[in-house]
């Protein structure tokens, strides 16, 4: 809205923009100063500008571009640190030697944080000591995005998850439109606001339009292992835009939309879906956004279905004969720690399965996660980190890619056609379903 006026208007002259201009600097450097708590002060003095983070992350590793190195893109931060925490950084600027934050800074790293960063947190894993970068890299946003610096894919996304309810603005009619033709389909009945039940599922607008194959799944495991389970007509949405632009305002209030759906449900467990971000969103960040711990307990799909088959309440029969691979969503398996769930899930239903180099927590992101997939902007990039996943599955020969992100799943699709490769990719849970016994 300010940038339009900036913009568009002959009117506005050279001191009034620059008032607005610096309104929004304002905005950053305050929520900056804010998100600087006792880890973010002492990552920065601990780190020995040793350069191993470049070497994990993707964007940097696909382009050479030093600009997409993961520490330069916590650089608004460090900025703010040094100046103003820092004995040399406040007497410098006491000297007039800093190099102060500037509006220009954030211009220019909205493309590096948005854009260039998936919040794949691989560069965390590396760093000889300990700096959580993506959790830098994560403040860094909610600066950028108080400033109004922030893709128009990423707000538009935002706007429609709190208007509507879902950033792909899919509404509960075109949920039960799906509905529909998946009990058609399967003769099952999907339930919908059961009071009292034990689970109540999540879904990604991305499944209900790209992926109904899932909720088929669902229906049809459920029931074969007697899960009582329910939808939530209020709650059933479970991708969270706060997260993905790094407003924690707008996060809380999508995690209390679900909180307050369970509570009115009475349920006992709610399920996160083949989403990376969502699982992270409402499993690990949530009580944290909302300031208070759930009276359920947040369980992934993966932890679940692998739970029922360790208790024999999961039975499966047959195996998949051809050459499978499985891609690790950041979110799930890196910084969610499901990690051995769908190896063993995926071992019970297929005998040719084989690892990628670099599996499980090492594995690389698909190059669409943390919102880079919701900025049209940042495409041709995204393009780009893919030759990444490319150069690992080029190494394997697979037949089909099975994953649990519907994310990762379009990401990847999109990467493998622009490649013409041509590889299958399907959720594990619709495999698992494709196996159960006959009851
Ligand atoms: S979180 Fe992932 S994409 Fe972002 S800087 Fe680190 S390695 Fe790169
Ligand atoms: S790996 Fe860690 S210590 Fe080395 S440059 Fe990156 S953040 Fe700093």
Redesign the pocket.
Known sequence: MVEEVLAHSDYIDKYTRELVMSERLERGLQTLRAQMDTKVKS?FS?????????EACLFYTETNDPRY???YKTEPMRKVWQEEYTFWGKFGKKLGLTKSLTEADLANWEELVYDGCSMCSR?SM????G?D?AYIIRKVKEALAASEYSPEGLVAATKRAVEIGSPMGVKLVALQAQIKHVEADTGLSIPMDVEGADYLALLSSMEIINFPEYIEALARIFKHAGVSWTLCSEAFEATNSGLQIGNSVVAAELVERVVAGAYKLKVKYVISPECGHAFSAIRWDGPNFIGRAYDFKVIHILELLEELRNSGRLKTSGKETERLTFHDPCQIVRRGGVEAQPRQLLKSVAENFVEMTDHGRMNWCCGGGGGVSANERAEGLRLKAFNRKKSQLDELNVDTIVTACANCRLVMEEGLEENEMDIPIVGLTEVIAEHLVED
């Open positions: 990552f601990s780190c020995v500008h040793c350069g191993i983070c470049a190195t993961p520490i560069c590396v760093c000889p000591v700096i970068i």
